[in-house]
């Protein structure tokens, strides 16, 4: 029987290859994403870091054991302690300015919004399609682009934390989270939360988009 999570990967492949194909990604892969693209990332990708928080936070309220709220709790650490602070240092060091990149452009903003509805009106399956569906795909682009050589330091580092052996730790376990789930719930709700997936690597697709300029 097909893993609920390959189906979904299987569901939804051209959107999947749309986003790792992204111009976004392929500069990156490339060496020419534009410094301003990646300052605007910075202040944006930064901001939706806030938003990941709550919806892990609602997934370790839905949580429905303590190994699994262990877990989650080591992923909001890694989200605060972590990548928090790295936005904090790097966009010091480069002089970027949050506010001078607002108001926020409409791809974030249908991004964030989509991802924090679900995760306030879902359940423990979809936060754990949400999250899945983000970190699945930031693992696979984020290793291949960090396989190659990259001239900014910064990008390199934010590369290189996307791609080490915790981060596809973590999305492992969500995959096999969202495995778990998909054994006992029902094909309608089975094709609900397949078109959530979709939603996802959609509104990624908006963010990075949006990241162009």
Same mark, same amino acid.
């Given at each position: 029987m097909t893993a609920f999570s390959d189906q979904l990967? #299987?569901?939804? /492949?051209?959107?999947w290859n749309a986003m790792?194909?992204?111009?976004? +990604?392929? #500069? /990156?892969?490339?060496?020419t994403l534009p410094e301003t693209a990646f300052?605007?990332?910075l202040v944006f990708e930064g901001e939706f870091v806030f938003s990941a928080v709550e /919806?892990?936070?609602?997934?370790?309220?839905?949580?429905p054991d303590v190994s699994r709220q262990r877990w989650l709790i080591q992923g909001l650490n890694g989200l605060v302690d972590t990548q928090l602070g790295w936005f904090e240092r790097v966009m010091a060091k480069r002089g970027v300015v949050a506010e001078h990149w607002q108001p926020a452009p409409a791809g974030f903003i249908?991004?964030?919004?989509?991802? $924090?509805?679900?995760?306030?009106?879902?359940?423990? %399956?979809? /936060?754990? +399609? $949400?999250?899945?569906?983000?970190? !699945?795909?930031?693992?696979?682009?984020? #290793?291949? #682009? %960090?396989a190659r050589p990259?001239?900014?330091?910064?990008?390199?580092? !934010? $590369?290189s934390m996307h791609?080490?052996? %915790?981060?596809?730790?973590?999305?492992? !376990?969500?995959?096999?989270? +969202?495995d778990q789930c998909g054994l006992t719930l029902s094909g309608q709700e089975?094709?609900? $939360?397949?078109?959530?997936y979709g939603d996802v690597l959609a509104w990624e697709i908006d963010f990075h988009q949006a990241m162009l300029g």
């Open positions: 990967l #299987a569901d939804h /492949i051209d959107v790792q194909q992204h111009p976004f +990604v392929q #500069a /990156i892969e490339q060496g300052h605007r990332y /919806i892990l936070a609602q997934g370790l309220s839905h949580a249908r991004f964030r919004d989509g991802m $924090l509805q679900a995760a306030r009106t879902g359940g423990y %399956a979809d /936060i754990m +399609v $949400l999250m899945f569906g983000a970190e !699945w795909m930031y693992y696979h682009w984020c #290793a291949r #682009a %960090a990259q001239h900014d330091e910064d990008l390199r580092d !934010w $590369l791609a080490d052996d %915790a981060f596809y730790q973590q999305a492992c !376990w969500l995959k096999q989270e +969202v089975k094709q609900r $939360l397949s078109q959530l």
